[in-house]
């Protein structure tokens, strides 16, 4: 089984890399690029990740939801106006979190954020050809206990089992000293 040395879980891309001799290396993903929009869409009973679910917010905003992170461990009340400048309908949750409606279905954005991680989780497998069921997630420095727990939900909701959740600086300090040795 391979530990996943770090997902990110990015606003607008997400990416996945492992420890291959003494480096990392990032893992590409289904369209073979080294990066995924964070960007899910769904319509009915048809959810698509990535790069065609971007593709999709030209003639369906409503239905394309991109950056879940700034929703993610948060009360409705902390959002700004600009944060609730989306496309996409949010609203406050009975117990004042984030919800997003798409389609007539509520999600939290946890659960959004796990399809990205989800789709993710599948890429790594099919490169690697053994199951991956554990990760590291990188967060901004900035993110308070409630969105790294958030962060972590979303990852077990994926299949994950979460290490750690780590500042993204430090992922970027680790990989530096990795590659000088």
């Known amino acids: 089984m391979w530990k996943i040395i770090g997902i990110d879980l ?3 891309n997400s990416c996945a890399a492992y420890m291959l001799s003494d480096r990392a290396e990032v893992i590409p993903n289904k369209d ?15 959810m698509i990740v990535g790069t065609a679910a971007k593709r999709k917010a030209i003639l369906e905003p409503k239905n394309v939801i991109f950056e879940v ?3 993610i461990g948060r009360q409705y009340k902390e959002l700004t106006a600009d944060d609730k400048k989306v496309p996409y309908e949010i609203k406050a949750w009975s117990d004042g979190w984030v919800l997003i409606v798409i ?4 999600y939290k954005p946890e659960q959004i954020s796990a399809f990205i991680l989800k789709s993710i ?5 099919k490169f690697l050809g053994e199951k991956v069921d554990q990760a590291v997630i990188t967060v901004p420095a900035y993110f308070n206990d409630s969105q790294r727990n958030a962060t972590k939900a979303a990852g077990e909701i994926a299949g994950l089992k979460i290490e750690r959740v780590i500042n993204e600086p430090t992922a970027a300090a680790f990989s530096y000293r990795v590659d000088k040795g």
Do not use: A, H, L, W
Request: glycine share 14%; proline share 3%; hydrophobic share 15%.
């Open 103 to 106: 389609d007539g279905q509520e």
């Open 121 to 125: 989780k599948e890429d790594c497998e």
């Open 69 to 71: 992170k700034r929703f």
């Open 10 to 12: 990015g606003t607008t």
């Open 32 to 46: 073979g690029m080294r990066t995924t929009p964070s960007v899910v869409y769904i319509k009915g009973n048809e």
